[in-house]
């Protein structure tokens, strides 16, 4: 199998533009989703390539009445002091993300059955409690961008490369996780667990559903470079395979 890397994670939007310094991914079904309109360098740039990009993204977008920008670093390379001093007077967040795999063999498995928690693919039977969910963790970042959001889980349940996963406690909608399958890796994406569900093992018995399902795949996923879940990706046995840098602002 080739080596994976951050070019294996499914990214939502269209190249509009591409040169020798950058490629311009836009979304003009989803304008509010910062992670479908961005800015990817191949090469770390200069100082002066990196105005002359933002100067680009700045006018590109505000003339789609998006007023954010982000862009993303070469994976596997240190932003440079001078880069990111310049990144942070210019108000910019300045974040990483790592790249996760795992044998689903090599998962830890759950020794005890936990009779309160259940795991079910999504069907037309529960699409509605599948789509309420998301809206309501997605509505944290604004009800429009949930509104945008809502065409692309229609779309994914009538994919054929995207398996929607909900997790029930005691009958109650609890988590969920959508999987982008390819013939080598399966991609878990938008893992969440509603707060008040949280520390229940439900998270991990929707990996372990993932796992069982998916024996002859390699399982990857993105974690915030900074966040806690990464933290618990790497006691559950999965390896770390690259990190990549990125700035945004409002």
Same mark, same amino acid.
């Given at each position: 199998? &080739?080596?994976?890397?951050?070019? =294996?994670?499914?990214?939502?939007? @269209?190249?509009? *533009? %591409?040169? /020798?310094?950058?490629?311009? #991914?836009?979304?003009?079904?989803?304008?509010?989703?910062?992670?479908?309109?961005?800015?990817?360098?191949?090469?770390?740039?200069?100082?002066?390539?990196?105005?002359?990009?933002?100067?680009?993204?700045?006018?590109?977008?505000?003339?789609?009445?998006?007023?954010?920008?982000?862009?993303?670093?070469?994976?596997?390379?240190?932003?440079?002091?001078?880069?990111?001093?310049?990144?942070?007077?210019?108000?910019?967040?300045?974040?990483?993300?790592?790249?996760?795999?795992?044998?689903?063999?090599?998962?830890?498995?759950?020794?005890?059955?936990?009779?309160?928690?259940?795991? &079910?693919?999504?069907?037309?039977? =529960?699409?509605?409690?599948?789509? @309420?969910?998301? *809206? %309501?963790? /997605?509505?944290?970042?604004? #009800?429009?961008?949930?509104?945008?959001?809502?065409?692309?889980?229609?779309?994914?349940?009538?994919?054929?490369?995207?398996?929607?996963?909900?997790?029930?406690?005691?009958?109650?909608?609890?988590?969920?996780?959508?999987?982008?399958?390819?013939?080598?890796?399966?991609?878990?994406?938008?893992?969440?667990?509603?707060?008040?569900?949280?520390?229940?093992?439900?998270?991990?018995?929707?990996?372990?559903?993932?796992?069982?399902?998916?024996?002859?795949?390699?399982?990857?996923?993105?974690?915030?470079?900074?966040?806690?879940?990464?933290?618990?990706?790497?006691?559950?046995?999965?390896?770390?395979?690259?990190?990549?840098?990125?700035?945004?602002?409002?």
């Amino acid at each position: 199998m &080739k080596q994976i890397t951050f070019k =294996n994670i499914q990214k939502i939007g @269209d190249t509009v *533009y %591409e040169n /020798e310094r950058y490629i311009h #991914v836009h979304d003009s079904e989803l304008t509010l989703r910062y992670d479908s309109n961005y800015i990817e360098f191949k090469h770390m740039p200069t100082l002066a390539e990196f105005d002359q990009a933002a100067a680009y993204l700045r006018e590109y977008h505000l003339v789609r009445n998006q007023h954010h920008m982000k862009f993303y670093f070469p994976e596997n390379e240190e932003l440079p002091g001078e880069l990111a001093h310049h990144l942070k007077e210019q108000s910019y967040e300045i974040g990483f993300m790592e790249l996760y795999a795992i044998n689903p063999m090599q998962f830890p498995r759950q020794t005890q059955h936990n009779s309160m928690i259940a795991i &079910k693919e999504v069907s037309e039977e =529960n699409l509605e409690v599948y789509m @309420d969910l998301q *809206y %309501e963790q /997605e509505a944290v970042n604004g #009800v429009d961008f949930a509104k945008q959001k809502i065409q692309v889980h229609q779309d994914n349940f009538l994919s054929e490369n995207v398996k929607q996963l909900l997790a029930y406690f005691q009958n109650e909608p609890a988590g969920s996780l959508d999987l982008i399958l390819t013939d080598t890796t399966v991609e878990i994406d938008g893992f969440n667990v509603r707060e008040q569900f949280q520390k229940k093992g439900i998270g991990s018995m929707l990996q372990q559903y993932v796992m069982d399902m998916y024996k002859d795949k390699t399982v990857i996923l993105v974690a915030d470079g900074e966040d806690t879940p990464r933290e618990m990706y790497r006691r559950q046995n999965y390896n770390c395979l690259g990190f990549q840098y990125e700035a945004q602002k409002f």
